[in-house]
């Protein structure tokens, strides 16, 4: 994040999201951030120039851009999501002169601390209150055994200094979660490590760097072995500069599936959406649940599969949410719990305690702003268990009650803000500046579709 931004970022925006009639309209959402992340940086180490359309240009990625340029990549901005970065090829990183601040961007900070980690250059790594609280030793741990020297503050947090090692040595890494920023981590410092680097992942994460990776070039490979994927990548790769198109972000579209959904009379159609299957199970459970959502004209874009999706309003019901599901939807969590306060019967999730270490502890601050907005949740160690008002709307946050607390987490006030579209009261959110690092225009987007 820009200085301006955390400067931004300290004067609170809060704001009240009213009832509103059906929600119509198409529209696109912005580009998807986990492709961004990986299109700048990919770009940055190829040899040449490459052009990037539709890129997020939420905080985030911005983040991730100011930490390319800062390490010798030219980046520039030609039109609204289109960029062209001179890329300095893989092993030509320059030592940053100041500390990369990765703001609130946990995907910038660990795929950037991956590429570091295998360069002859020493960075220091600072963020927001927010990305300051998450673990990072789960990439500290590969990433040293590597060659990295990495001196994190207590519990393995930031701000944290890491010196790359020349070379590195490449190894074989079986994930201890299932996380795609630990999988991107170790295989972006393979790129400038000698040899094969391995990642071995017991349950599939979202596979954008392995498709990116392949695509400017890279020698890397995927095996199924006994279930598990076994991910193998080249180092001293030379990458070749790209166009990349970068899809809708599916992440973003949740909001709005879910808002069309319980909004009683709603019809949106929201173009160009990934549905990368890696991505796509909030889909597969908004369905199971009884929503009305159609894929049409089926395309890939960028070498990810997209889709225009058509939903309307639809009396929903709870289910028992799949835990074998939650990578393909982690960030999906909190909007699915709103929409399972407002369906028929009980919803039950688990296996989510990856959830507590996200932007915020996502189990605990969702049933706190669900429960304050009249839901009825449970929290439990590894999941939120609801009882929905079978499409009643909830009854929001009055005037005179306290706002809801959204704690630096976008996911949380875009939830909540959609909560209110479907309150007696409305709900009267703490801050709606978070919403900046992934949905630029979020609100605005809200309300031209017919929302207070
Ligand atoms: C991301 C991976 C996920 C996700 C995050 C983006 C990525 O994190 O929650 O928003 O771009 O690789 P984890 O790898 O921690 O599950």
Redesign the pocket.
């Known amino acids: 994040m820009s200085t301006a931004a955390a400067d931004s970022r300290e004067a609170m925006r809060p704001q009240r999201f009213c009832p509103t009639g059906p929600l119509a309209g198409s529209f696109r959402v912005p580009g998807d951030?986990?492709?961004s992340?990986?299109a700048i940086m990919l770009a940055a180490l190829a040899v040449g120039e490459s052009r990037i359309s539709g890129l997020l240009e939420g905080e985030d990625v911005l983040a991730t851009a100011a930490a390319m340029r800062a390490m010798g990549a030219g980046i520039t901005r030609t039109g609204a999501g289109e960029w062209q970065v001179h890329g300095v090829g893989a092993g030509g990183l320059l030592q940053p002169a100041t500390a990369l601040d990765m703001g609130n961007s946990?995907?910038s900070t660990?795929?950037l601390m991956g590429l570091v980690a295998s360069h002859a250059i020493t960075a220091s790594f600072t963020g927001d209150a927010s990305l300051s609280r998450r673990p990072m030793g789960?990439v500290i741990e590969p990433l040293s055994r590597m060659g990295a020297a990495i001196t994190a503050s207590p519990g393995g947090r930031l701000p944290l200094m890491l010196r790359g090692a020349t070379p590195a040595v490449p190894i074989a890494w079986r994930l201890p979660?299932?996380?795609?920023?630990?999988?991107?981590a170790v295989l972006l410092a393979g790129l400038n490590t000698p040899g094969i680097t391995t990642v071995i992942e017991p349950v599939p994460?979202?596979d954008?760097?392995e498709r990116m990776l392949a695509g400017f070039g890279a020698e890397l490979t995927v095996e199924l072995e006994r279930g598990e994927r076994i991910i193998r990548i080249r180092g001293e790769a030379e990458l070749r500069p790209q166009t990349v198109d970068v899809p809708g972000d599916p992440?973003s579209a949740a909001f709005f599936l879910v808002a069309a959904l319980i909004v009683p009379g709603s019809v949106l159609t929201i173009r160009n959406v990934g549905m990368n299957p890696t991505r796509a199970g909030l889909v597969t459970v908004l369905r199971a649940m009884g929503g009305d959502i159609a894929e049409l004209d089926r395309r890939e874009v960028g070498g990810e599969p997209v889709a225009d999706l058509l939903v309307r309003h639809s009396p929903l019901r709870g289910i028992a949410v799949d835990p074998a599901l939650a990578?393909s939807m982690?960030?999906e969590f909190p909007v699915l719990f709103l929409a399972a306060a407002l369906a028929e019967g009980r919803t039950t999730t688990s296996g989510l305690e990856?959830l507590r270490?996200?932007?915020s502890d996502r189990l605990a601050v969702m049933a706190a702003a669900l429960t304050a907005a009249g839901a009825r949740v449970t929290e439990k160690a590894d999941g939120l268990v609801i009882d929905g008002s079978g499409g009643e709307p909830l009854a929001g946050t009055g005037t005179g009650t306290a706002p809801i607390a959204t704690r630096l987490d976008h996911r949380i006030a875009m939830t909540m803000a959609v909560a209110g579209l479907a309150s007696r009261d409305g709900v009267e959110i703490d801050d709606t500046s978070p919403i900046a690092t992934?949905f630029p225009g979020f609100t605005a987007l809200l309300a031209g579709l017919g929302a207070a």
């Open positions: 951030k986990s492709i992340h990986r946990g995907t660990r795929l789960r979660v299932a996380s795609a920023q630990v999988k991107s994460t979202r954008h760097s992440s990578p982690i960030d990856e270490v996200k932007e992934s």
